[in-house]
Nanobody, 111 residues
Framework: QVQLVESGGGLVEPGWSRRLACKTSESIWKFNTMGWYRQVPGKEREFVASLDGSDTANYSDSVKSRFTIFKDTRKNTLYLHMNLLEPEDTAVYFC?????WGQGTQLTVSS
């Protein structure tokens, strides 16, 4: 059974940086597209960033220029590096690999 396990969430102050990680139980090459989504209570899960098989990255307008998605194939891990965090970035962040989802990691941006 494929598992995606996120880590790296926590409490940070506005303007800080944070890196989320998503460790896959199988080779990361197995996935055609991997990405990050986020969700706040009462709202739909929204797209944050994705990385396709040719390593082409896509970002939502709200995070473009602040967030970077990348992967380490040796570690079978997908990352989301986030700079200049804002309170509006507070959410549960989910890792996605094709049809598979992780359990999420909470990120709270607050002073």
């Amino acid at each position: 059974q494929v598992q995606l396990v996120e880590s790296g969430g926590g409490l940070v102050e506005p303007g800080w940086s944070r890196r989320l990680a998503c460790k896959t139980s199988e080779s990361i090459w197995k996935f055609n597209t991997m990405g990050w989504y986020r969700q706040v209570p009462g709202k739909e899960r929204e797209f944050v960033a994705s990385l396709d098989g040719s390593d082409t990255a896509n970002y939502s307008d709200s995070v473009k220029s602040r967030f970077t998605i990348f992967k380490d194939t040796r570690k079978n891990t997908l990352y989301l590096h986030m700079n200049l965090l804002e309170p509006e970035d507070t959410a549960v962040y989910f890792c996605n690999g094709d049809v598979y989802w992780g359990q999420g990691t909470q990120l709270t941006v607050s002073s």
